[in-house]
């Protein structure tokens, strides 16, 4: 597999992304039964990674090109083998406290020089916000919540966001007191291509999107707050309050969080591309790939794609999200997988993860 196209034309010195925007719900159910099989995942901040654990699998192969997406997940592992679940919750952010600094201490006692000098320099926007909410994309969305949301909608209106009620409810609710001209006035201004490239995602992965990105991000809101329920979203709890309410993500739920920490040793992580899988001949039997195919032109997808085919076991399934530009199987491998198009069917529609348009799984034949 050649470099990484991404890595050069995109900044990987900073975090990005310091929780997972990806519903780690679906992607569990999504690769099935995978116990004793070997995963690979790429990194991102590590949630879904450690949420693959789960499965009961033999080792999570964990790749990333950024250095500082590595270090969110070696922190993330001493916080899992140092700290009781609340206090994970206090040092994520999901929960308010007024000992981070302390509890981040605790997690990075015993892990890595590197990694405790990262997040040392840290320490105060932990303080602030918990280690999901200092990447780039969270204080973009920190900033939509703190100054542009409140020029929109009262706090009244988005604490009744997360009021359970039914579909025609909530569709009611949103076209009634939600769906307002100032609201669509906002999205257009701060989900533009433009400011989203400045202040949320690198300007560089935008390359390859098709359409608007505010008309998008309208679209898909649209669905999180009818079609799904907002009150079990852990994802648009954080956007629009800055925690995650009770609708905690996948690894960070207290009934996961014992058997997470019981399997730490099984993650084998490998900074660089997927290549570091890749070159090595191992065979892997499901992959998280996250949304990396967005950010490839379609000649280097279709690259990448047969490399990761050729470490790919029968059976093994491929598992990946696009938001804006659209990836499958390349036509010259679709005789080699089997879209899993019922499966898809189904956990698109319970996906939390709203930004994203597409949800693939494709099943390698034997």
């Not at 916080?79 to 994970?88: K, M, N, S, V």
């Amino acid at each position: 597999m050649p470099q990484s196209e991404i890595e050069a034309r995109a900044a990987f010195d900073h975090i990005r992304y310091a929780q997972l925007w990806e519903d780690a719900d679906v992607l569990t159910q999504a690769l099935g039964d995978r116990a004793g099989d070997t995963l690979v995942s790429i990194c991102s901040a590590g949630d879904n990674a450690l949420a693959m654990l789960v499965l009961d699998p033999a080792k999570v192969v964990v790749v990333d090109l950024s250095p500082a997406q590595i270090a969110c997940l070696r922190l993330r592992i001493g916080a899992y083998r140092a700290l009781d679940h609340e206090a994970f919750l206090e040092l994520a952010g999901s929960r308010p406290s007024d000992r981070r600094a302390e509890l981040l201490t605790r997690a990075l006692a015993d892990t890595d020089p590197e990694t405790r000098a990262f997040w040392m320099a840290l320490t105060h926007e932990v303080e602030a916000h918990g280690i999901g909410g200092v990447g780039k994309f969270e204080r973009y969305f920190r900033i939509f919540r703190t100054w542009m949301l409140p020029l929109v909608h009262s706090r009244s209106t988005i604490r009744d966001i997360f009021e359970p009620r039914s579909q025609a409810e909530r569709a009611a609710f949103f076209e009634t007191r939600f769906d307002t001209v100032r609201w669509r006035l906002l999205l257009n201004l701060f989900f533009s291509r433009f400011v989203m490239g400045r202040m949320g995602r690198d300007k560089a992965f935008f390359d390859y999107v098709e359409g608007s990105p505010a008309q998008h991000v309208a679209r898909r809101i649209r669905h999180a707050a009818v079609d799904t329920d907002p009150s079990r979203n852990p994802y648009l709890h954080w956007i629009m309050t800055g925690t995650h309410g009770a609708a905690l993500p996948m690894a960070w739920r207290a009934e996961h969080y014992e058997v997470i920490r019981s399997r730490l040793d099984r993650l084998d992580i490998r900074p660089g591309s997927l290549e570091a899988f890749v070159s090595t001949g191992e065979k892997a039997h499901g992959f998280n790939l996250s949304d990396i195919f967005e950010y490839m032109s379609p000649e280097v997808f279709e690259e990448v794609y047969g490399s990761i085919l050729s470490a790919a076991a029968p059976g093994a399934r491929l598992v990946y999200w696009n938001m804006m530009a659209p990836r499958r199987v390349p036509a010259r491998f679709a005789p080699e997988v089997t879209t899993l198009t019922d499966l898809e069917t189904r956990l698109k529609a319970q996906d939390m993860a709203f930004f994203y348009s597409d949800f693939v799984v494709e099943e390698v034949r034997g």
